[in-house]
Protein backbone atom coordinates (compact mmCIF):
# COMPACT_ATOMS: atom_id res chain seq x y z
CA UNK A 1 0.00 0.00 0.00
CA UNK A 2 1.24 3.62 -1.30
CA UNK A 3 1.43 5.80 1.50
CA UNK A 4 2.93 8.84 2.89
CA UNK A 5 2.50 10.53 6.16
CA UNK A 6 3.45 13.86 7.16
CA UNK A 7 4.33 15.08 10.76
CA UNK A 8 5.98 17.84 12.52
CA UNK A 9 3.17 20.86 11.95
CA UNK A 10 1.53 23.14 14.27
CA UNK A 11 1.68 26.45 15.55
CA UNK A 12 4.77 28.82 15.97
CA UNK A 13 5.62 31.96 16.26
CA UNK A 14 6.73 34.46 12.92
CA UNK A 15 10.71 33.86 13.33
CA UNK A 16 10.31 30.67 14.74
CA UNK A 17 11.55 27.36 12.68
CA UNK A 18 9.77 23.96 12.40
CA UNK A 19 10.73 20.76 10.82
CA UNK A 20 8.32 18.46 8.90
CA UNK A 21 9.17 15.09 7.71
CA UNK A 22 7.36 12.88 5.28
CA UNK A 23 7.77 8.89 5.96
CA UNK A 24 6.98 7.38 2.79
CA UNK A 25 6.17 3.37 2.20
CA UNK A 26 4.89 0.66 -0.59
CA UNK A 27 6.93 2.31 -3.20
CA UNK A 28 10.80 2.52 -4.04
CA UNK A 29 11.17 5.64 -2.46
CA UNK A 30 14.93 6.57 -3.95
CA UNK A 31 14.05 6.69 -7.37
CA UNK A 32 11.37 9.51 -6.95
CA UNK A 33 10.92 13.33 -7.00
CA UNK A 34 10.12 14.09 -3.69
CA UNK A 35 8.54 17.47 -3.41
CA UNK A 36 6.37 19.56 -0.45
CA UNK A 37 3.28 21.79 -1.47
CA UNK A 38 1.38 24.19 0.87
CA UNK A 39 -1.98 25.70 0.00
CA UNK A 40 -3.19 28.48 2.15
CA UNK A 41 -7.08 29.43 2.53
CA UNK A 42 -8.46 30.77 -0.79
CA UNK A 43 -5.45 30.17 -2.60
CA UNK A 44 -4.32 27.31 -5.08
CA UNK A 45 -1.53 24.45 -4.01
CA UNK A 46 2.09 25.67 -4.73
CA UNK A 47 4.82 23.93 -5.30
CA UNK A 48 7.58 24.91 -1.75
CA UNK A 49 10.69 22.78 -2.65
CA UNK A 50 11.08 19.57 -4.60
CA UNK A 51 14.45 16.71 -4.05
CA UNK A 52 15.10 14.34 -7.07
CA UNK A 53 16.54 11.01 -6.75
CA UNK A 54 20.09 12.25 -7.04
CA UNK A 55 19.53 15.30 -4.65
CA UNK A 56 18.98 18.48 -6.82
CA UNK A 57 16.80 20.37 -5.24
CA UNK A 58 14.69 23.59 -5.73
CA UNK A 59 12.19 26.09 -4.35
CA UNK A 60 10.01 28.41 -4.86
CA UNK A 61 11.27 32.31 -5.00
CA UNK A 62 9.42 33.07 -1.81
CA UNK A 63 11.11 30.40 0.65
CA UNK A 64 14.69 30.75 -0.56
CA UNK A 65 16.95 31.00 1.96
CA UNK A 66 15.11 30.26 4.23
CA UNK A 67 13.73 26.31 3.90
CA UNK A 68 15.70 23.42 3.45
CA UNK A 69 14.52 20.44 1.43
CA UNK A 70 16.43 16.65 2.78
CA UNK A 71 15.76 13.31 1.87
CA UNK A 72 17.13 10.40 3.35
CA UNK A 73 16.86 7.00 1.22
CA UNK A 74 17.76 5.11 4.27
CA UNK A 75 14.74 6.17 6.13
CA UNK A 76 12.42 6.70 3.44
CA UNK A 77 11.79 10.24 4.44
CA UNK A 78 11.63 13.90 3.17
CA UNK A 79 12.01 16.75 5.16
CA UNK A 80 11.49 20.39 5.34
CA UNK A 81 13.46 22.26 7.50
CA UNK A 82 11.38 25.67 7.74
CA UNK A 83 13.33 28.68 9.77
CA UNK A 84 12.61 32.27 9.54
CA UNK A 85 8.66 31.69 9.41
CA UNK A 86 6.64 34.63 8.96
CA UNK A 87 2.84 34.89 8.60
CA UNK A 88 2.19 34.13 4.64
CA UNK A 89 3.69 30.44 5.58
CA UNK A 90 0.52 29.66 7.04
CA UNK A 91 -1.16 26.48 5.04
CA UNK A 92 -1.65 23.23 4.95
CA UNK A 93 1.40 21.31 3.89
CA UNK A 94 1.45 18.22 1.45
CA UNK A 95 4.61 15.49 1.17
CA UNK A 96 4.32 14.29 -2.71
CA UNK A 97 6.13 11.12 -4.92
CA UNK A 98 6.32 11.93 -8.39
CA UNK A 99 8.03 8.64 -11.02
CA UNK A 100 8.37 10.45 -14.51
CA UNK A 101 8.99 7.34 -16.36
CA UNK A 102 5.36 6.47 -15.50
CA UNK A 103 3.91 10.36 -15.00
CA UNK A 104 2.79 8.63 -11.71
CA UNK A 105 2.23 10.97 -8.04
CA UNK A 106 0.68 10.82 -5.24
CA UNK A 107 -0.03 12.57 -2.39
CA UNK A 108 -0.08 13.02 1.53
CA UNK A 109 -3.35 14.00 3.53
CA UNK A 110 -1.94 17.42 4.71
CA UNK A 111 -0.35 18.48 7.60
CA UNK A 112 -0.93 22.38 9.12
CA UNK A 113 1.54 24.74 10.06
CA UNK A 114 0.29 27.80 11.54
CA UNK A 115 2.39 30.89 12.06
CA UNK A 116 0.99 33.51 14.08
CA UNK A 117 2.25 35.50 17.33
Known amino acids: QVQLVESGGGLVQPGGSLRLSCAAS????????MSWYRQAPGKERELVASITSSQSTRYADSVKGRFTISRDNAKNTVYLQMNSLNTEDTAVYYC???????????WGQGIPVTVSS
Open 26 to 33: GFIFSIYV
Open 96 to 106: NAYYSDVNFAF
